[in-house]
C-alpha cells in the first residue's frame, strides 16, 4: 500500500476511534453531578451546596481546581497511554477511544466546575462548543441555533474526531515503533489531555466570568438572608 494510502487508511481508523470515545463518554460514561459536587466540596474544599455556589467563590480558587482537576486526567491518560502503548499499532485504536472518554470526563468536570450543569440543552450545546475549542475546532452560533441537541452533538463529534484524527496522523507515528511505542504513548496522552484541556477552560473561564456578573447583579437584588442563602 502506498504510503498515502497507508496515511489515509490509519486516519480513518482514527477518526472512528475518536468518534467512538466521545459517543461513549456522552452516553454512557458522564460525570454524576452529584457525586462530583461532593468531591469539590471534601478534596477540594469549595464551600458550596450547589454549583450556582461557585459564582461567589473567588475566581482564582476555581482555577486552582481546574488545574487539579486537567492533572489528574492527564496523570491517568498518560498511564494508560503507557500501559497499551506496548501494543504498538495493534493497539492505537484503543487507546484512542480510552483517552477520548478520559478527555471529555476532563472538560465536564471543568464545565461544572464554572457553573455550567448541563442539565439543559444550551448547557449540553456548550459543553460540546468548549469540546470543539479544544479540539480546535470553529463551531459556529448559526449551526447551533439551527440545531436541536440530538442532532448537533453527532455533528460536533464528527467534525472533533475528523480534527483529531488529522493531529493524531500527523505526530503519533512514534507508536508504530513497539520498543518505543508505551515511552511515546504516556507522553503523547498527558500531553493531548493537558493542551485540550487548558483550550476548554479557557473557555469555561470566560462563559463563567460573563455568567459571574449576571449573578452578581442578581443577588445585588434580593435581601440579604436569601442571597446568602445561594451562596
Given at each position: 500500500m502506498p504510503n498515502g494510502g497507508k496515511r489515509s487508511w490509519l486516519r480513518r481508523r482514527v477518526e472512528g476511534a475518536v468518534r467512538g470515545g466521545l459517543t461513549r463518554a456522552y452516553q454512557t460514561v458522564r460525570v454524576d453531578p452529584d457525586r462530583f459536587l461532593i468531591q469539590l466540596r471534601i478534596a477540594y474544599g469549595l464551600p458550596i451546596a450547589g454549583f450556582r455556589g461557585v459564582y461567589s467563590v473567588p475566581v482564582e480558587q476555581?482555577?486552582?481546581?481546574?488545574?487539579?482537576?486537567i492533572r489528574a486526567g492527564m496523570k491517568l491518560a498518560a498511564a494508560e497511554g503507557a500501559g497499551l502503548g506496548l501494543g504498538g499499532i495493534l493497539t492505537i485504536m484503543p487507546d484512542l477511544g480510552i483517552l477520548s472518554a478520559i478527555t471529555m470526563r476532563t472538560i465536564q468536570k471543568l464545565s461544572l466546575i464554572y457553573g455550567f450543569e448541563m442539565n439543559t440543552d444550551d448547557e449540553i450545546a456548550e459543553l460540546w462548543i468548549a469540546a470543539a475549542s479544544a479540539a480546535g475546532v470553529d463551531i459556529s452560533r448559526e449551526l447551533l441555533e439551527k440545531e436541536v441537541v440530538n442532532r448537533?452533538?453527532?455533528?460536533?463529534?464528527?467534525?472533533?474526531?475528523?480534527?483529531?484524527?488529522?493531529?493524531?496522523?500527523?505526530?503519533?507515528?512514534?507508536?508504530?515503533?513497539?520498543?518505543?511505542?508505551?515511552?511515546?504513548?504516556?507522553?503523547?496522552?498527558?500531553?493531548?489531555?493537558r493542551a485540550w484541556g487548558q483550550r476548554a477552560r479557557a473557555h469555561f473561564r470566560r462563559k463563567h466570568l460573563e455568567a459571574r456578573q449576571s449573578f452578581a447583579e442578581e443577588q445585588a437584588k434580593l435581601p440579604g438572608s436569601a442571597a446568602q442563602l445561594l451562596s
Open positions: 476555581l482555577d486552582g481546581v481546574a488545574t487539579s482537576v448537533f452533538v453527532p455533528k460536533v463529534i464528527q467534525r472533533i474526531a475528523a480534527r483529531a484524527s488529522a493531529e493524531v496522523v500527523e505526530k503519533w507515528a512514534g507508536r508504530l515503533i513497539p520498543l518505543t511505542s508505551s515511552a511515546i504513548g504516556c507522553a503523547l496522552n498527558y500531553y493531548f489531555v
